[in-house]
């Protein structure tokens, strides 16, 4: 453990806090963070100088959690998984974040907005889908193509989004999916947990390569030549922030 103390004040390759806090954006976090009041019309300085300071506060808040938590970088023990999804699901709820879902949820109604035709919305959720990392494991996207195609077939013409008539018959043919696939509109939470369960999984697991990364880069400097590589599950990130 002392290697990895030395490492870890020395390196400059490893940051913990910053993969830690993917969280916490770096653009205007009003755009990630939960509802907030409208806000006046601010100029340029001023406007910057708030956004500067409300992601100020919000890191800070984070890392006040990650203080206190022990993380176990140990993306192969789901307890370990389990528990730094939870810190993180701390993290955003102190510091007011989206979870992933709601990120993408967040995506979706932004990217969406103003789309005339189903199909392009259906084409837009899939560019979504593929840009966010996420698998279609179950082939939804085809069955719910293969519906449009259906309904469109139907109505005889592109399904418009404002057509009341044809979306219901498109809705009611994803209804038939999700029984199909035994997906129901209240289980919902549970697979937005199953969501980040995965997310934690993987951000342990990058977090595990970078630091192995690091380490066997800084044991070539003369310094840390004779020195072990230690397990990254045996350090203590909160050592370090």
């Not at 203080?67 to 709820?93: G, L, N, S």
């Not at 990120?103 to 837009?124: E, F, K, M, S, V």
């Not at 979504?128 to 077939?153: P, S, W, Y």
């Not at 004779?226 to 045996?234: A, C, F, L, R, S």
Request: one cysteine or more.
């Amino acid at each position: 453990m002392a290697y990895a103390s030395r490492f870890l004040c020395h390196s400059r390759k490893l940051c913990a806090g910053q993969k830690l806090f993917q969280m916490v954006p770096a653009v205007p976090v009003r755009y990630f963070s939960n509802e907030a009041p409208p806000r006046p019309v601010l100029k340029g300085d001023e406007m910057l100088k708030n956004i500067f300071y409300e992601v100020k506060n919000k890191f800070e808040t984070a890392i006040g959690v990650l203080r206190k938590e022990k993380i176990t970088i140990d993306p192969d023990d789901p307890a370990a998984v389990a528990h730094y999804a939870k810190v993180m699901k701390i993290v955003r709820e102190k510091a007011d974040l989206f979870s992933e879902s709601q990120r993408i949820n967040y995506t979706i109604q932004t990217r969406t907005q103003g789309i005339p035709d189903a199909r392009t919305y259906l084409l837009t959720l899939q560019e979504i889908r593929i840009k966010r990392g996420l698998t279609d494991d179950l082939g939804v996207e085809a069955m719910m193509f293969e519906a449009l195609e259906k309904v469109e077939k139907e109505i005889k013409k592109p399904l418009m989004r404002n057509d009341k008539k044809g979306m219901a018959l498109l809705h009611a043919e994803f209804d038939k999916i999700n029984k199909k696939l035994g997906i129901r509109k209240e289980d919902l939470p549970k697979y937005e947990e199953q969501l980040e369960l995965k997310i934690a999984k993987a951000q342990l697991e990058e977090l595990k390569k970078e630091t192995l990364e690091a380490m066997k880069t800084q044991k070539r400097s003369e310094e840390f030549k004779n020195d072990e590589i230690v397990d990254p599950k045996q350090l203590d990130i909160r050592n370090f922030l």
